[in-house]
């Protein structure tokens, strides 16, 4: 199954917030959509086994990253699992409306407040209501395709 679906490129993102102490909290997703314009809903999907996605539930505010091409490197420091690991280390920021990290050069950040979550098997399909958002228009997206970033002919 994760072969076939491979063939289905997607972007990348990183969903970050700040913990009831401030500290800034982040993890890498690829299973990113719009889903509503009317009311404004993006949906995501933490696998149950996520030690973040909990503390952002309790935050109950985020913000999805849309990465980069040039951030391979983001990709996979927010991917790191484990509360002991500092991955906003040496990462410039700046808050969104909500206080939740926009990480610096992104292609676009879309800043939301938890609206639903639903059962998704071993995961956990999340959707945020849109509150604020922006992008630029010259960034292009990092993308994940076959089990590796960007497109290529195999």
């Known amino acids: 199954m994760r072969d076939v679906l491979g063939h289905f490129a997607s972007g990348v993102v990183v969903v970050t917030a700040r913990a009831?102490?401030?500290?800034?909290?982040?993890?890498?997703?690829?299973?990113?959509a719009s889903l509503s314009l009317d009311p404004p809903l993006v949906s995501f999907a933490p696998a149950r086994t996520s030690s973040?996605?909990?503390?952002?539930?309790?935050?109950g505010s985020f913000c999805v990253n849309v990465l980069a091409e040039e951030h391979r490197d983001l990709s996979a420091a927010f991917a790191r699992p484990g509360r002991s690991v500092d991955k906003f280390s040496g990462i410039p920021w700046c808050p969104a409306p909500s206080g939740a990290p926009?990480?610096?050069?992104?292609?676009?950040?879309?800043?939301?407040t938890l609206w639903r979550e639903y059962d998704g098997g071993d995961h956990?399909?999340?959707?945020?209501h849109v509150l604020h958002l922006?992008?630029?228009?010259?960034?292009?997206?990092?993308?994940?395709?076959?089990?590796?970033?960007?497109?290529?002919?195999?």
Do not use: K, M, N
Not at 52 to 59: F, G, K, L, Q
Not at 124 to 128: L, P
Not at 138 to 152: A, N, V
């Open 52 to 59: 973040t996605w909990p503390r952002i539930r309790a935050a």
């Open 102 to 112: 926009v990480l610096e050069g992104v292609s676009a950040w879309i800043d939301c």
């Open 124 to 128: 956990t399909i999340a959707v945020g």
């Open 20 to 32: 009831d102490d401030d500290r800034p909290l982040g993890f890498t997703c690829q299973s990113f």
């Open 134 to 154: 922006g992008a630029d228009p010259d960034r292009l997206p990092l993308l994940f395709y076959r089990g590796d970033y960007g497109i290529t002919h195999r």
